[in-house]
């Protein structure tokens, strides 16, 4: 009878591997995976730590190992891994060809960079397709990553992350700043991590990126307070990128930023204060007012049916009210959070009605990338002419539409329901920024 799932569960406590001062969650798993592959017990005892190898021998792990192997045959063949966030371990999973039956080996990494237990499963019963995988442009071998922090000068630290191509050299870096609300460090949407996967497919290219957790979303509270746009998103921007200089892997001179959506929208001001920064790219960025927006992909849902429900025409002028007050001169410091839209307070819209895109975009003499999904409900392709517009202002201009694709740079149709699918970020996106940055593309305004 076909082995169809083996748990063999062995708890290690935390594993000390520094490699060259950055965090090694994936060489530590990988090294583990070798030790087995090569049936290589003693090394993979001596990356235990004195509590594990008290209680597990190396000639145990050999039995346990003989054990497996004895039902499924040799191990034949070592796929490239992916890995999934639980909780606080990663883990990576191992699809091992063995002579009579595929098995996926998993090895459980620790926040503290330790294997926590390793075990042998069904091929894809532990995948959930509706939750985020690694993209198979992933190739872990090509990058390594480690915690950073952004520190604000008021006293904010927000968590992130510092994805670097392993290189001799000093290369090119990407600061991702997220779209609006409380976003995660991976611009997670759904079960889709946008930044997470420009992260690793700009990997394959060297260059690294820096992407953190919005303030909004390690301090919820802030929204409270009386929280503005340069609060929210541009001085802690301008904190990630005052931190190149402190990183060396990264090239000084190849600095960029990455706005997605409100990100994109606010990337003008960032590189007017920030000197450092050589060039900016557009994610589906909005030139037209974010309650406009709002508005609009309110009524782009409710009438996905052909017809509106009465709550939903309700719904719609409530908005619409909302709207009208946010533009009109009654907009006050003082104004009541119930009165505004999505119950920001007053202080955001007036820090919005303050800043004009367009012109700032207009006055920028850094270079500049474009790009939108034609399927952006959110974002409409009317704001993206805008930007590309701007070409006889600014000349060094990349603008690129693509027909296939929606807010997240996900092949999709333009529904709601298309963000609750797990899917990842068009590789040829990545590939077209890549060119940029590495200066392999000319002016483009043709449609992939």
């Given at each position: 009878m076909k082995l169809r799932r083996i748990y063999l569960v062995i708890t290690l406590f935390m594993l000390c591997l520094n490699c060259f001062g950055h965090e090694t969650d994936f060489l530590i798993a990988k090294l583990f995976m070798n030790c087995l592959k090569e049936q290589n017990f003693i090394k993979a005892h001596s990356l235990c730590d004195e509590s594990a190898k008290s209680k597990l021998s190396s000639a145990a792990l050999e039995t346990t190992w003989a054990q497996v192997t004895s039902k499924t045959g040799k191990l034949i063949q070592v796929s490239d891994y992916y890995r999934e966030e639980e909780n606080d371990h990663i883990a990576f999973y191992f699809p091992c060809q063995f002579e009579g039956q595929l098995l996926d080996i998993k090895v459980m990494i620790t926040s503290n960079n330790g294997v926590g237990d390793f075990s042998f499963v069904?091929?894809?019963?532990?995948?959930?397709?509706?939750?985020?995988?690694?993209?198979?442009?992933?190739?872990?071998?090509?990058?390594?990553?480690?915690?950073?922090?952004?520190?604000?000068?008021?006293?904010?630290?927000?968590?992130?992350?510092?994805?670097?191509?392993?290189?001799?050299?000093?290369?090119?870096?990407?600061?991702?700043?997220?779209?609006?609300?409380?976003?995660?460090?991976?611009?997670?949407?759904?079960?889709?991590?946008?930044?997470?996967?420009?992260?690793?497919?700009?990997?394959?290219?060297?260059?690294?990126?820096?992407?953190?957790?919005?303030?909004?979303?390690?301090?919820?509270?802030?929204?409270?307070?009386?929280?503005?746009?340069?609060?929210?998103?541009?001085?802690?921007?301008?904190?990630?990128?005052?931190?190149?200089?402190?990183?060396?892997?990264?090239?000084?001179?190849?600095?960029?930023?990455?706005?997605?959506?409100?990100?994109?929208?606010?990337?003008?001001?960032?590189?007017?204060?920030?000197?450092?920064?050589?060039?900016?790219?557009?994610?589906?960025?909005?030139?037209?007012?974010?309650?406009?927006?709002?508005?609009?992909?309110?009524?782009?849902?409710?009438?996905?049916?052909?017809?509106?429900?009465?709550?939903?025409?309700?719904?719609?002028?409530?908005?619409?009210?909302?709207?009208?007050?946010t533009k009109s001169n009654k907009l006050s410091l003082n104004s009541p959070t119930d009165s505004l839209l999505l119950a920001l307070p007053a202080s955001y819209w007036i820090g919005l009605k303050s800043y004009h895109p367009v012109k700032t975009f207009g006055a920028l003499k850094k270079k500049c990338l474009v790009l939108q999904g034609e399927?952006?409900?959110?974002?409409?392709?009317?704001?993206?002419?805008?930007?590309?517009?701007?070409?006889?202002?600014?000349?060094?201009?990349?603008?690129?539409?693509?027909?296939?694709l929606n807010h997240l740079f996900i092949e999709a149709d333009a529904s709601a329901e298309e963000y609750a699918k797990a899917q990842h970020v068009a590789y040829y996106v990545i590939e077209d920024i890549a060119k940029w940055v590495n200066g392999s593309s000319p002016f483009i305004t043709t449609k992939k």
């Open positions: 069904s091929h894809e019963d532990h995948r959930d397709p509706n939750t985020y995988q690694l993209p198979d442009y992933n190739k872990s071998e090509n990058y390594y990553e480690r915690g950073i922090e952004i520190k604000s000068v008021d006293g904010h630290v927000l968590k992130g992350i510092l994805t670097v191509p392993k290189s001799t050299k000093q290369v090119p870096v990407i600061i991702l700043v997220h779209g609006s609300g409380p976003n995660d460090r991976d611009e997670s949407v759904g079960p889709n991590k946008v930044f997470k996967d420009l992260a690793i497919g700009l990997a394959n290219f060297g260059i690294a990126t820096i992407r953190y957790d919005k303030r909004t979303f390690t301090y919820a509270d802030e929204y409270q307070k009386g929280i503005t746009i340069r609060k929210e998103v541009i001085e802690d921007a301008l904190t990630a990128i005052k931190l190149c200089k402190t990183i060396p892997q990264i090239n000084l001179n190849e600095i960029y930023l990455a706005g997605h959506s409100l990100g994109g929208m606010l990337a003008p001001e960032i590189a007017m204060e920030a000197k450092e920064l050589k060039g900016i790219i557009l994610l589906a960025a909005n030139s037209s007012p974010l309650e406009d927006l709002i508005y609009n992909q309110y009524k782009h849902l409710f009438n996905l049916g052909g017809t509106m429900s009465k709550f939903e025409s309700d719904q719609l002028k409530s908005i619409k009210a909302q709207v009208d007050y399927q952006d409900y959110r974002v409409p392709m009317s704001d993206y002419q805008v930007w590309k517009n701007s070409q006889s202002i600014n000349r060094d201009i990349t603008a690129i539409s693509y027909p296939k």
